[in-house]
C-alpha cells in the first residue's frame, strides 16, 4: 500500500468522509425529487468521476459514481414501487466526465451492472471541453453537480460560471482544494516580485492556472488570507449570478471546512451551493453531523458551532 496512491482510501479519512458526505447529500436529494410530482427527470453530473473505486485495507470501496449510480436504481425502484399521484415516470440521469482513458474504461466496467437500469454515459473528455454539451442536453431540468478534481489546474472559472447560470434548479457540491490555491498563490506571489524578463514559462503556466481559476483580477487579492480568497471565490463565481435572478433564484453557499490531522491549515473546503433552503438546511445539518465525527482517532479543529459559524459567514 502506498501512502500517495491516491485510489487507497487506507491513508484518506478526508478523502473518504467527503465521499460520505456526498452519498448523505445524495440520498436526500433524490429523495425531495422522487416526492415532487413535477419532475420527472433530473440529473447528476460527476465532473471529475475518476475509476470509480478505491482500495481499502484489502478490500474496495465505491467511488463517487458508484454511489450516484446506486442511489439512482435505488430511488427508480422506490419510485415504481410507491405510485406517486399525478407522477407517470421517474429517471435519474447520470453524466460522468473524465479525461483520463484508462479510468472511463476501468468506470465502464463497474457501471456494466447497471446498464438495463440507470440510464448512464461515461464522457471521456475534458470537463471545460464538454461542459456546454451536458449543460444543453440538460435544460432546464434539476441537476445536482459534483465538482471534484484533483487541484485548481483543471476547473476553469468559464466552466463553473457556465454551471451557475444554467437555468432552473441546480444544486453544486464543489470540492474546493484549498491547498492547491495556497500552493499555487505563494507561486504566483513570487513571480510578481520578480522582473518580467526572469519570469520562467513554467512560472508563467502557473499563474495561467490561478487566473483560469479565479479570473484575471485575483492577481489584485494575491497577498490575502486563504479564507479571504475563498471568500472572493465564493462571491465572484458561485453566487455571480446573484444579481441576475430574482430571490428565489438565488444561490446560497455554505462550507465545511476538511483541516489535516494534527495542523490548523484546511486541506480543502467542500462548498454546496443552492438555491433551495431545504437542501441549505440538509447539508448544514450533514456538515455539523460530519464534524462530530472524528477523523481517524482526531477530532476535528472545528466543531459544529464553529462550523455554523462559518456557514454564515457565506449566506447570501
Ligand atoms: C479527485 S479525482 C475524482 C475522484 C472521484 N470523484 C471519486 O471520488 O471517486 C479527479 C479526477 O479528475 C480527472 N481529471 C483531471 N483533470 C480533468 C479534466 N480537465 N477534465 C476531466 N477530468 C479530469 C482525473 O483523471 C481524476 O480521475
Given at each position: ?29 433524490c429523495?425531495?425529487?422522487l ?6 427527470e433530473v440529473?447528476i ?17 465505491d467511488?463517487?459514481p458508484l454511489i450516484a449510480v446506486k442511489a439512482a436504481k435505488k430511488f427508480q425502484d422506490d419510485f415504481d414501487n ?7 415516470n421517474f429517471k435519474i440521469k447520470c453524466r460522468f ?11 465502464e466496467?463497474l457501471l456494466a451492472a447497471y446498464i438495463n437500469d440507470v440510464d448512464f454515459q461515461i ?194
Amino acid at each position: 500500500m502506498s501512502k500517495n496512491d491516491y485510489w487507497d482510501l487506507t491513508n484518506r479519512p478526508h478523502t473518504k468522509l467527503k465521499l460520505e458526505i456526498y452519498k448523505k447529500y445524495l440520498d436526500s436529494w433524490c429523495a425531495i425529487f422522487l416526492n415532487q410530482k413535477y419532475y420527472e427527470e433530473v440529473f447528476i453530473v460527476d465532473c471529475f468521476a475518476g475509476r470509480g473505486e478505491y482500495k481499502e485495507k484489502g478490500d474496495r470501496a465505491d467511488g463517487s459514481p458508484l454511489i450516484a449510480v446506486k442511489a439512482a436504481k435505488k430511488f427508480q425502484d422506490d419510485f415504481d414501487n410507491k405510485k406517486i399521484k399525478n407522477k407517470r415516470n421517474f429517471k435519474i440521469k447520470c453524466r460522468f466526465i473524465d479525461e483520463n482513458k484508462k479510468y472511463c474504461k476501468s468506470l465502464e466496467k463497474l457501471l456494466a451492472a447497471y446498464i438495463n437500469d440507470v440510464d448512464f454515459q461515461i464522457i471521456n473528455d475534458d470537463f471545460n471541453n464538454t461542459i456546454g454539451d451536458v449543460l444543453k442536453e440538460i435544460g432546464y431540468k434539476p441537476v445536482l453537480f459534483f465538482i471534484d478534481p484533483h487541484g485548481i489546474k483543471s476547473l476553469k472559472k468559464k466552466s463553473v460560471l457556465s454551471i451557475v447560470n444554467k437555468p432552473g434548479a441546480k444544486d453544486i457540491l464543489l470540492n474546493y482544494i484549498n491547498e492547491g490555491v495556497v500552493r499555487i498563490a505563494g507561486l504566483a506571489k513570487k513571480c510578481m516580485d520578480k522582473k518580467a524578463k526572469d519570469i520562467t514559462l513554467k512560472e508563467i503556466k502557473t499563474i495561467t492556472n490561478l487566473t483560469d481559476f479565479v479570473g484575471d483580477e485575483c492577481l489584485e487579492i494575491i497577498d490575502s488570507s486563504d479564507v479571504e480568497f475563498l471568500e472572493y471565490y465564493v462571491e465572484n463565481i458561485l453566487k455571480s449570478n446573484n444579481e441576475n435572478v430574482n430571490s428565489k433564484n438565488k444561490l446560497d453557499v455554505i462550507a465545511f471546512n476538511m483541516p489535516y490531522p494534527n495542523k490548523s491549515d484546511t486541506i480543502y473546503y467542500l462548498l454546496f451551493a443552492s438555491r433551495n433552503k431545504n437542501a441549505i438546511k440538509i447539508v448544514s445539518q450533514v456538515y455539523a453531523k460530519s464534524k462530530e465525527s472524528n477523523l481517524k482517532g482526531q477530532r476535528s479543529f472545528f466543531g459544529p458551532k464553529e462550523q455554523l459559524k462559518l456557514h454564515n459567514n457565506f449566506k447570501v
